[in-house]
């Protein structure tokens, strides 16, 4: 009888088996072989690492991969460097060294992670690129690396203002992670739709968006949790549903205490002093926000205690105290010069410095340049404009 | 799935290729992939899911869904 079924050829199960075999040992020796190359060569020789025929392996890959996703946050130049060599190694990998999967699977997430990286120094453009690659990477069937890359192109589209793009993207990377039972990812794309949402003004949807994720019954990890009822609060804050927003804020403040993430619960003790001053009692948030400026300060974080400090001045501002306003905003300035922070968000703490002391300065002033100190972080190229 | 797969003999790993392969040829037939494209497709998803991705959950949900998907024209 005549079947549609595909058959089983033996081929696959070998080239299947001796690659699970060899991977066990590949990944073994990846450990130490990657970390000694990276420590033994001076980074800016690490390109010519990729002709390094030690490293033309699925376990030193991956291995780079992971060092890459360890450096990214602490120091996204090194992380940019890995990446770049991890894409050098993956593309000059032999065809026929490894089955097609393997291979298309290696080079698009190489590929994804200079992308990140690119994102993270602000290069939307080249990112955006880097993401196009390592989807055109990707043979039929590799669907979960498929919704990894386009959910990374949706952060690096949002960046660059394509809104309803990036939109289309988040969404139907978590319809693919909720299939694939991926609980993690699918979280992430809600939270990235919240912050979407929030970042078009659309604070009742956003707010929607995060309760939906936190009414839903897959596991949540108090980490993922705190930052819920941290984006509820402040989607609260801007409807000016303030009992919503307080319980929320505190609530984030106590789970970051309680699995021992100090700075995140200072974050959402900034968050309540803005708050206090939203509510019209800027005393109470200049008397809550001191403390958590001077954690800041003590904690080496002088643009978070500018971001808190910010909030400060907008109180000072709220009570009439323009001159206490205009040399806290001065201090800010110092500091972020010491820190060697952005000439741009010192350039824009200066404008406000200037404004406060010619009597120009209001208080939507001082959230635009809060709000562009913090734009900063994902664009550091933009420029500072006040409506 | 590694975990699983590491240190097992050459003949655990082919049934655990063969069982699998047998249930996602059965759903590609179900779902009309030509069967000249569903085993290669097939051949795919099992080295990407069991042997690089290793996911920590329900694997054979991720196999169909990434199955599910191709058919669907790799639309994403």
Same mark, same amino acid.
């Given at each position: 009888m005549f079947t549609r079924r595909s058959r089983l050829k033996p081929e696959r199960v070998r080239?299947?088996?001796?690659?699970a075999q060899h991977l066990t040992a590949e990944r073994?020796?990846?450990?130490?072989?990657v970390e000694r190359l990276l420590r033994e060569t001076e980074p800016e020789k690490w390109p010519t690492l990729a002709e390094h025929p030690d490293l033309k392996t699925i376990g030193a890959l991956e291995r780079l991969a992971n060092i890459f996703a360890e450096t990214l946050t602490k120091n996204a130049r090194k992380a940019t460097a890995v990446a770049e060599l991890a894409v050098s190694v993956a593309e000059g990998l032999t065809p026929g060294s490894y089955p097609i999967a393997a291979i298309s699977q290696l080079q698009a997430l190489a590929w994804k992670d200079l992308g990140k990286a690119l994102r993270f120094l602000g290069r939307n453009l080249e990112a955006v690129d880097a993401f196009h690659t390592a989807e055109s990477r990707l043979v039929p069937g590799l669907t979960h690396d498929r919704a990894i890359?386009?959910?990374?192109?949706?952060? +690096?589209?949002?960046?660059?203002?394509?809104?309803?793009? +990036?939109f289309d993207l988040i969404t139907e990377s978590r319809r693919l992670f909720d299939e694939h039972g991926d609980a993690r990812n699918t979280l992430l794309c809600g939270l990235a739709e919240g912050i979407l949402l929030q970042r078009l003004g659309r604070f009742r949807e956003a707010r929607e968006t995060y309760l939906l994720l936190l009414a839903s019954t897959k596991p949540i990890d108090q980490e993922s949790l705190g930052a819920l009822h941290r984006a509820i609060g402040l989607c609260s804050l801007d409807l000016r549903d303030f009992r919503e927003a307080e319980l929320n804020l505190r609530h984030s403040?106590?789970? +970051?205490?309680?699995?021992g993430q100090p700075l995140e619960a200072l974050k959402g003790e900034t968050a309540l002093g803005r708050l206090f001053n939203r509510k019209g009692e800027p005393q109470r948030a200049i008397e809550h926000l001191r403390p958590v400026r001077r954690a800041f300060l003590r904690a080496g974080l002088a643009e978070e205690a500018g971001i808190c400090g910010l909030e400060i001045v907008e109180g000072l501002l709220l009570l009439d105290s323009a001159s206490p306003a205009e040399t806290l905003a001065r201090k800010i300035v110092a500091e972020f010069v010491t820190a060697g922070l952005s000439a741009r968000a010192i350039g824009a703490l200066g404008y406000l410095a200037e404004a406060i002391a010619s009597k120009k300065a209001s208080t939507k002033l001082v959230s635009d340049v809060r709000?562009?100190?913090? +734009?900063?972080?994902?664009s550091p190229e933009r420029d500072f404009a006040t409506s | 799935?590694?975990?699983?797969?590491?240190?097992?003999?050459?003949?655990?790993?082919?049934?655990?290729?063969?069982r699998y392969y047998e249930g996602l040829a059965a759903l590609a037939e179900k779902l009309e992939i030509p069967?000249?494209?569903?085993?290669?497709?097939?051949?795919?998803?099992?080295?990407?899911?069991?042997?690089l991705k290793r996911p920590a959950g329900d694997v054979e949900r991720w196999l169909v869904a990434a199955l599910h998907d191709a058919a669907r024209g790799e639309k994403c």
């Open positions: 080239e299947f088996t001796r690659l073994e020796a990846a450990t130490p072989l890359v386009r959910f990374n192109l949706a952060m +690096s589209l949002q960046e660059l203002g394509q809104f309803d793009e +990036s403040i106590a789970l +970051s205490r309680e699995i709000d562009y100190i913090v +734009s900063l972080r994902t | 799935v590694l975990q699983s797969l590491a240190g097992t003999s050459t003949t655990d790993l082919a049934s655990t290729y063969e069967p000249e494209e569903a085993e290669e497709l097939i051949a795919n998803i099992l080295i990407s899911t069991l042997l």
